[in-house]
């Protein structure tokens, strides 16, 4: 089981430290891998604060090329210089609001496995598809663009459940990771709205491995009740 917490652009240096003192401090269920997405300028106090931890400190995007002219781009040869585990990419604000394309999601993906990076590539149907019943077709596309790895997981993210504290039920989430499964079957997480309350029974489905949570995960006490959640035992 794995929980990450998306902080998007939430939670400069300074709060991330006060953050992941906080987080090593509370015992963590060991069947539960914790994960912890802070923006760029935060990465190097969150990897600092948890050394040593089971915590894994990842980026929230990575461009594919080592380095070059991409202003604004951080490469997976950056994160790992700075002790960064893994990274997000494809989330859908950076394809809804930065237009990024299937094809720039894959290569980020390929690129950062490359450089020894964990990826959790992020998919999902926006409303609209899902109302026009085109949900099936868009996952395949959109797991189409990446390929299997053993360090790759995928994040379910239907668009009209993030931020929004509607949740897709358990069932919906099941069938679509099922879909995901078929195209690519590696680890899923479920993401959109996930809260304290609904983490047990949306962690329970059986083809659902972990949770990708945003707002949820930029308090302490809600993000641990929602690792605890993911615990078996
Ligand atoms: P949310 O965000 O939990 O705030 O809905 C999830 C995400 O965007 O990864």
């Known amino acids: 089981m794995l929980v990450a917490g998306n902080w998007k652009m939430f939670k400069g240096p300074g709060e991330t430290l006060a953050f992941c003192r906080a987080l090593r401090a509370v015992p963590r269920p060991a069947d539960v891998d914790v994960v912890v997405c802070p923006p760029y300028v935060s990465l190097a106090e969150a990897v600092q604060v948890l050394a040593g931890t ?3 400190v990842f980026a929230q995007n990575c461009h594919w090329a080592d380095d070059g002219a991409f202003t604004g781009e951080v490469s997976a040869s950056m994160l790992l210089e700075l002790g960064v585990y893994g990274t997000i990419v494809g989330h859908s604000e950076r ?88 195209v690519l079957d590696v680890p899923l997480l479920y ?21 990708l949570v945003g707002g949820a995960s930029l308090d302490l006490p809600s993000f641990e009740a929602i690792c605890r959640a993911g615990s078996r035992s």
């Open 191 to 211: 993401g959109g709205s996930v809260k304290p309350e609904n983490a047990r029974e949306l962690l329970a489905q059986p083809a659902v491995d972990g949770a």
């Open 54 to 56: 089971e915590v894994g």
């Open 95 to 182: 394809r809804q609001l930065f237009g990024e394309t299937d094809e720039a999601v894959g290569r980020r993906a390929r690129a950062a496995l490359d450089a020894g990076l964990d990826v959790i590539a992020c998919v999902g149907e926006t409303e609209a598809e899902r109302d026009a019943g085109e949900t099936e077709a868009v996952l395949r596309r959109q797991v189409s663009a990446l390929e299997h790895d053993d360090n790759l997981v995928i994040a379910y993210e239907p668009v009209w459940a993030i931020g929004t504290g509607r949740t897709a039920t358990p069932e919906m989430a099941q069938e679509a990771h099922e879909i995901v499964k078929s």
